[in-house]
């Protein structure tokens, strides 16, 4: 009887109450995730192919040069990832690399382990700092151990792909306006639980297409500080990397200020480890999300302003950013408002309907980035297919509460500068200094 009324509801609509009733869907979500992401990613693979003797050339020019790469790898109490990152590292294509470790105030064995992999020369350089400064500080001391050209900043809990730093320095390359190259990151720890499974997912979508989309429009926005290659000369201009939740987005918005460009390389692979629990998934987003009110709406407002440098991709990299993230997400509260007001009585017809779109959408973003990704994803990533029916719930309802959660307390409370994961005093010098 439910499904009768749910058809005979279907056919009943009309062109204008579909709008009325779906507009989230087919005006913005539809054409730009599903239509626009779509038809950008397939169109990657003529143009990979196109480029394919540049790479040849630009592999050339590499190992001719080998220029010396600085693998700077800052945490805490991450002692038990560090020995396959480093086996990852050694085992690389790319061999003309130092591996420089910062323990950041750990209270576990990490210590221990490093000083024990620096005598075996798996790691060229450790650092031990007593007192916890934060992950931008450690990176920063990292930094100044560093004697490369290019600087790979990695996080200690993840490992690479064997070809991964060879494939992410040819874009420099290729074009010596390029100041960062962001690598590809998929989740490790697929297996460990239903919430690493839907990460897994997630970034599939968001990452290895998405950034690829946003990096071929020239707006990308962010160089995952999980694997990200950077000039050095770079780096030294900008100081290294300012304190934060987000420090990642900040300093790539800080390079396009520069006028160097920044890419994505989706052939370069790095595996990390996802939260894998709601409850750690949440405090993580919530970290993350807040830092797009403290940089992009605070710190870097002057990329939406007129101004002698200012720079029409920079705006639009901003402005989209702000838009399908901000802007879009007041949308949604303002379009259940609706619903709830106006629609009350096909409420349940209307969450039906909305759930199977966005199962399409779903189930059409991922087959898109496992058609052109998967080569290099794991086989059982594309058994993730299954779970497709929980993203809809997952994205549209949890991802989304937290997401506008942080939005309201960053925009209220400036709780990042709060945020346990950086020191006190680190927090109280950045809010002083307005980082």
């Known amino acids: 009887m439910y499904i009768e009324n749910l058809i005979q509801f279907i056919s009943d609509l009309t062109y204008w109450q579909v709008i009325a009733y779906f507009w989230p869907f087919f005006i913005i979500d539809m054409c730009r995730y599903v239509l626009l992401d779509s038809f950008l990613v397939i169109s990657y693979l003529p143009k990979w192919k196109r480029e394919k003797p540049l790479r040849a050339l630009a592999r050339k020019q590499l190992f ?43 209270d576990d064995d990490t210590s ?96 290895s297409t998405g950034r690829t989309v946003l990096s071929m429009l020239g707006i990308l926005r962010i160089i995952a500080g999980a694997h990200g290659m950077f000039r050095k000369e770079v780096l030294d201009r900008l100081q290294g990397w300012d304190v ?79 838009f399908f993230n901000l802007l879009l997400d007041i949308k949604w509260w303002i379009y259940i408002t609706q619903i709830l007001i106006f629609q009350a009585s096909m409420l349940e017809y209307i969450f039906v309907i909305n759930f199977c779109l966005y199962l399409f959408a779903n189930l059409v973003e991922f087959s898109v980035a496992s058609l052109i990704f998967g080569h290099t994803a794991r086989r059982r990533e594309k058994r993730l297919l299954f779970l497709i029916p929980l993203m809809p719930l997952y994205t549209g309802l949890f991802i989304r509460i937290v997401r506008t959660y942080a939005y309201l307390m960053e925009f209220l409370h400036r709780t990042s500068y709060n945020d346990r994961w950086n020191p006190w005093k680190v927090s109280k010098i950045a809010k002083r200094e307005k980082l």
């Open 64 to 106: 001719h040069e080998r220029p010396l790469v600085s693998i700077v790898v800052p945490g805490k109490n991450e002692g038990k990832h560090i020995p396959r990152l480093c086996l990852s590292l050694t085992n690389q294509t790319y061999k003309e690399i130092e591996i420089i470790v910062v323990d950041d105030g750990s």
């Open 112 to 207: 221990n382990i490093c000083r024990e992999l620096e005598a075996k020369g798996r790691i060229t350089t450790f650092i031990s700092n007593q007192v916890r400064g934060g992950k931008a500080s450690a990176a920063n001391t990292a930094l100044q151990y560093a004697n490369g050209e290019f600087v790979l900043h990695i996080d200690a809990d993840s490992f690479l792909a064997k070809d991964s730093i060879e494939t992410i320095l040819l874009p420099f390359f290729m074009d010596k306006k390029i100041g960062a190259v962001g690598g590809d990151v998929r989740v490790a720890n697929v297996d460990e639980s239903l919430t690493t499974s839907m990460q897994a997912i997630e970034y599939m979508k968001t990452i």
């Open 244 to 322: 934060g939740p987000g420090l990642d987005g900040d300093i790539t918005l800080k390079i396009r200020k520069l006028g160097y460009r920044v890419v994505h390389e989706p052939h370069a692979i790095c595996y990390t480890n996802a939260p894998s629990t709601l409850q750690k998934l949440a405090r993580q987003r919530y970290r993350w999300d807040r830092s797009l009110i403290r940089f992009r709406v605070r710190k870097h407002s002057d990329l939406l302003k007129p101004s002698a440098s200012f720079n029409f991709s920079n705006f639009i990299s901003s402005a989209d950013n702000l």
